[in-house]
């Protein structure tokens, strides 16, 4: 059994610590709160937890008390306050010591950190951790990234702690830098993308189909049945069926319409942005994240404009049919996308990320678990497909629900919903499997105007100029 530190007991902390010890594992612990410590120290005990929880005054008996080589798993804000523990820990520790970074850091910091601290001699690993309190208390899905060397110091005790699907840890390492951390922001992106569809699945249901929350919930229960099963499915059931105890009103009826982030969903798109992958429904995602914040400018122009959505005329069985179909061909295109950026990232940092890997440790723990992990994981592992939609049992599922999403795009958009990721789901596929774009023009323009060269259909390769100028 392995003596750990761990630094931050916030509320993923606390449960992390707890969930080392249940797996039999010591753990030192370090915060400004000896309050807090006292109180894990406490719950471990109450638990009957196999492993002791030591709590630490300071940060030289912190690190006095881990045998060495030491390993230092730190669970504070990323950016600002993570420095400050690396800085104060830095001096404190000896050759071969590792830190292990379990926030949402962005991975080009993590990249810089794992190259400063390997120059001191000091280990550094970037992980990403997701599950939230819950998960990280009996299970979350861990995606590390840093030295192989650094890897097998921990991975005993974080494969013990981590969430299993059919025995099987959903914690892996995937490479060098920060590769952990960018697997974990594009999860991220996923999630926003996957959160983002059931926001407008929501919209259409309550604005379109004048359902009330109780009977959304019920379709989201019912989609749990199919291949949506996921535990974001499963969770909006549970928010949608929810009642206020003060008023006795839906709960969905009260939460404010402002949705916050705190940034790994924008860093997705950013990063995508820069690889030159497609990740659309992020943006959408994102978009309407930023523009539901400013709900002033949003008063003002609904009473400009007037009344917007309006209802949707077709019968409610079947826009419900359609609905859950056009959710199923908008889930496979988000991690259509996810995956494309990831293995565009893979090219070009030379990560070599084993995308059938990425996919096991999402099936159970993290935030966007769904049955459709172990299809893509098995796609990866075994097809050798080069995209998700051509591997046959995606192509079955759009084939057989991207009419679907068609039609909910335009029941929708001709309703005046907002759709976004919808709509971008659907532009996805129709950009991705159209054999003769229209790029052509874009490129007839680009020569008209800057002489930049296009490629003739019948002489492919050679670089030429239209015939615009004489
Ligand atoms: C997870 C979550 C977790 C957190 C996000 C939410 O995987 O456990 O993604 O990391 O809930 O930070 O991000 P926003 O605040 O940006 O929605």
């Not at 807090?36 to 630490?56: H, N, P, S, Y």
């Not at 590390?144 to 299993?164: E, F």
């Not at 059931?237 to 790994?264: F, H, N």
Request: proline share 4%; with cysteine.
């Amino acid at each position: 059994m392995a003596h750990l530190g761990l630094i931050g007991i916030g509320v993923m902390g606390s449960a992390f610590a707890l969930n080392l010890a249940e797996e039999g594992h010591d753990v030192s612990l370090l915060d400004r709160s000896a309050d807090k410590m006292a109180e894990v120290v406490q719950d471990g005990q109450d638990q009957g937890l196999k492993g002791t929880l030591i709590a630490c005054a300071d940060a030289e008996t912190f690190v006095k008390s881990l045998p060495k080589p030491r390993s230092i798993l730190v669970l504070v804000p990323s950016g600002g306050p993570l420095d400050s523990v690396i800085n104060m820990l830095k001096p404190l520790l000896d050759k071969d010591d590792l830190i292990a970074d379990l926030g949402n850091s962005n991975y080009t910091d993590t990249e810089k950190r794992v190259a400063d601290l390997e120059n001191t001699g000091l280990l550094f690993l970037g992980m990403g951790i997701s599950g939230g309190a819950d998960g990280a208390r009996h299970g979350p899905s861990i995606m590390a990234g840093g030295s192989r060397k650094s890897w097998a110091r921990v991975k005993g005790p974080l494969q013990d702690s981590a969430a299993k699907y059919e025995g099987d840890p959903c914690c892996d390492w995937f490479g060098p830098g920060g590769s952990g951390h960018f697997i974990k922001m594009l999860h991220n992106g996923i999630e926003y993308a996957d959160m983002q569809l059931i926001a407008e699945a929501y919209g259409l249901m309550s604005n379109g189909l004048g359902m009330n929350a109780a009977e959304i919930g019920k379709v989201f229960k019912g989609w749990m049945d199919g291949p949506l099963n996921s535990y974001l499915i499963e969770i909006a059931a549970e928010v949608a069926l929810a009642t206020d105890p003060k008023t006795g009103a839906a709960m969905l009826d009260i939460i404010l319409d402002k949705a916050g982030q705190k940034g790994t969903g924008r860093w997705s798109v950013i990063e995508a942005l820069h690889l030159g992958a497609p990740a659309s429904m992020m943006a959408a995602a994102v978009e309407a994240r930023n523009i539901s914040a400013d709900i002033e400018t949003r008063l003002q122009m609904d009473a400009a404009f007037g009344p917007s959505p309006q209802a949707i005329s077709t019968s409610k069985t079947d826009a419900l049919v359609a609905l859950e179909k056009a959710m199923i061909a908008a889930k496979v295109c988000a991690y259509a996308q996810g995956f494309e950026v990831l293995a565009r990232a893979s090219d070009t940092f030379d990560w070599d990320l084993n995308m059938a890997a990425i996919a096991r440790v999402w099936r159970a723990g993290c935030i966007i678990r769904s049955v459709f992990l172990d299809e893509i994981a098995d796609v990866f592992d075994g097809s050798g497909a080069k995209h998700l939609m051509l591997a046959p049992v995606f192509q079955a599922h759009m084939k057989t629900n991207a009419p679907a999403l068609q039609n909910i795009v335009v029941m929708g958009l001709s309703n005046g919903h907002s759709v976004p990721a919808f709509t971008a789901a659907l532009n996805y596929h129709n950009m991705r499997r159209t054999g003769r774009s229209t790029a052509n023009m874009i490129q007839g323009l680009r020569d008209y105007f800057g002489a930049h060269t296009f490629e003739r259909v019948d002489a492919l390769g050679e670089k030429v100029n239209g015939p615009w100028h004489d």
